[in-house]
Every structure is written in structure tokens, then in C-alpha cells.
């Protein structure tokens, strides 16, 4: 018998464990007719609210429901890396806990394993009731990865997918403490399978991505599958020595027809603030993979577990 696992991180989810519990249950009636078993691990990374006593409430009826709680809060990337870590299932799929990833897609999606994908990933195509400025970065992001990144990261991409054990395996052996796992999943390859839909609000409790947090993640990103950063201050340097050539040639040049009357004082301290920050800002970029780089040869572990039920 082959088995699905069925990952959902959580963060302060209470009122939605009970909620994402029925409406999974509803839509996985296929697995039956395919003979096949199932298991849900809900991920508590850390809530401060009752999210680990509502899911033992739904242990007690359903041995199928399993609860792995953090020691504190690790982040969804913690989350999900724990989720995959910890499923036995020969097809694992990660979704929300607040109804965001439509379970309704489940036998749609499954279909498409058995006609060979390895893997079956979801996309919004509307960004409805989402504010505005999310949106237009959210864009700017996408657009300015797509450039500056080899791995294939699509706009609008959700984490819910349904996956192979291969490619849970090959996601499990990139054990890098900085994650992006939408960038993950595009390294990794494997054949892919996208389904669109309509975006859905979250069912109860609010989001736990507020603007800043969303920016850092998204530098998160952009130094996890990009070097190109790094490129800059070359680049930039190049540019100002030119145009410092440049200058040179035109005083030069002025000396001798016109002679030198001293002038150009505020175009100096310009020249000299547009440089200097110039250098910081590059400085600033060395100093974000330095970062990254400090963080990972600490080999940490992703996530700390209080209890496994
Ligand atoms: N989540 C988590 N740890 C966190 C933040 C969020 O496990 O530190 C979970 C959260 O419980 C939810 C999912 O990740 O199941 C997506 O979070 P949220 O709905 O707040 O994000 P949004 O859908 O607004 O992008
Ligand atoms: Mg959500």
C-alpha cells in the first residue's frame, strides 16, 4: 500500500487545525479507490496559542494525524524542512493551515503523478485581497529573479505541491541552513506539472507576513540563488573609473583653452557623496553573503524539537 503525506506547517493556527482537518478529509476520498493510506503532520513551529492541543484533540479520533511542536518559532522554511524530513509517504504534499492551498485540487493533482510527473506545483494567478504594494514588489521580485538567478522561480508560486519520494529525497539532501524553497524545488528539476487558480483568503486568524518581514525574505532569496549581487561593485567600479576618465580628459581640456579658475566646489562634495555611497552600498552586499555564509558554517540544526506525538 503507498502512502501520502500530507505536511502543514503552523504558527499560532488554532482556529484553523480543526477547520484545514475536515476540508482535507472531504477531498481525499480518491486515496480510498486507489488503495492507498494517509498521514497528516501538522508542524507547530512554535505557537503561543492552543494550535498543539487542537491537533492531539484530532489525534485522539484519527491515529492518521501526527504533531511534531518546535521548541520556539523557526520559520515555515523550518517547518517544511521538518515536514519532509519526518514523512514516511511515497507522495508528500506541503500545504497551509489556513485553507490558502485548496485541498479541492488534491485528486486533480494527483492525477497528474500518475501520469508520470514527479512533481505537481500550484501558482496563483490573482493576487485578490492582497494589498496592493504586496503585490507590485511581489512582481518586482519575480521579475528581478527570473534575471539574476538560473533556478526557475515562477510569479505568483505557491509552496503547496504534491511531490515524489524522489524529489523529497533530492529536497531533503540540500541541508543548507538559509532555505528558499521556492528556489528548492526549481534547483532540484524534475518534471513539474503547474496548476493555476484563483487566489483564496485565508479561512480564520491573520497572516504572519507583514511588509518587512516579506522584504527580508525575499533578500533571503535573491542571496540563496544568486551571485550576481556580488557582481555589482565590479561593475560599479568599472563605471565610476570611466567616468572619472571622462572628467580628467574635460578639465584637462578646459585647463588649456579657458585656464583654471577654481570652481566646482558642489559638484565635488556630489561626486564624493555619490561614490562613498556607492562603496557602502557594495560593502553592504559583500557583508549580506558574508552573512549567509557565517550562518551556515555553523551548521546549526534547522529546527529544534520539544515533542513528537
Ligand atoms: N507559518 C509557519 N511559521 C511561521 C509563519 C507561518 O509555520 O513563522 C505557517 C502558517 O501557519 C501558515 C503558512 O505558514 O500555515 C503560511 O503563513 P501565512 O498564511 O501567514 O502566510 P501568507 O499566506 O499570508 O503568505
Ligand atoms: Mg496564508
Not at 492518521?64 to 515555515?76: Q, T
Not at 584637462?252 to 566646482?264: A, E, M, Q, T, Y
Request: hydrophobic share 45%; net charge neutral.
Amino acid at each position: 500500500m503507498s502512502l501520502l503525506s500530507v505536511i502543514v506547517p503552523c504558527y499560532n493556527e488554532e482556529e484553523n487545525v480543526a477547520l484545514f482537518y475536515a476540508e482535507l478529509i472531504r477531498n481525499v476520498s480518491f486515496l480510498e479507490e486507489k488503495n492507498m493510506e494517509l498521514e497528516i503532520l501538522y508542524i507547530d513551529d512554535g505557537s503561543k496559542d492552543r494550535t498543539a492541543e487542537e491537533v492531539k484533540k484530532l489525534r485522539e479520533k484519527d491515529s492518521r494525524v501526527h504533531l511534531l511542536s518546535f521548541s520556539r518559532n523557526f520559520g515555515k522554511e523550518a517547518a517544511m524542512y521538518a515536514g519532509l524530513e519526518n514523512a514516511k509517504g511515497d507522495y508528500v504534499v506541503l500545504m497551509d493551515a489556513d485553507l490558502q492551498d485548496p485541498p479541492a485540487l488534491l485528486p486533480e493533482m494527483f492525477s497528474y503523478m500518475e501520469q508520470g510527473c514527479d512533481s505537481v506545483a500550484t501558482r496563483r494567478v490573482s493576487r485578490k485581497g492582497e494589498p496592493p504594494v504586496r503585490s507590485f514588489f511581489a512582481r518586482i521580485f519575480y521579475r528581478l529573479m527570473k534575471k539574476i538567478s538560473k533556478t526557475e522561480i515562477m510569479d505568483g508560486a505557491r509552496d503547496y505541491r504534491l511531490m515524489s519520494r524522489q524529489m523529497v529525497d533530492a529536497i531533503l539532501s540540500m541541508k543548507e541552513y538559509n532555505r528558499f524553497t521556492k528556489g528548492i524545488f526549481g534547483w532540484v528539476g524534475f518534471e513539474t506539472k503547474w496548476i493555476e487558480y484563483e487566489n483564496v483568503e485565508r479561512a480564520r486568524g491573520e497572516t504572519k507576513w507583514n511588509f518587512w518581514k516579506l522584504f527580508l525574505y525575499s533578500l533571503d532569496g535573491i542571496t540563496a540563488f544568486s551571485t550576481v549581487p556580488l557582481m555589482l561593485s565590479s561593475v560599479l567600479g568599472l563605471v565610476f573609473c570611466l567616468i572619472a576618465f571622462l572628467m580628467i580628459l574635460f578639465i584637462i581640456v578646459r585647463k588649456f583653452l579657458f585656464g583654471d579658475p577654481v570652481s566646482g566646489w558642489p559638484s565635488l562634495v556630489c561626486i564624493i557623496l555619490m561614490t562613498s555611497g556607492v562603496q557602502f552600498f557594495c560593502t553592504g552586499i559583500l557583508g549580506q553573503y558574508l552573512a549567509k555564509m557565517y550562518m551556515e558554517v555553523k551548521h546549526r540544526p534547522i529546527y529544534v524539537v520539544k515533542e513528537k506525538v
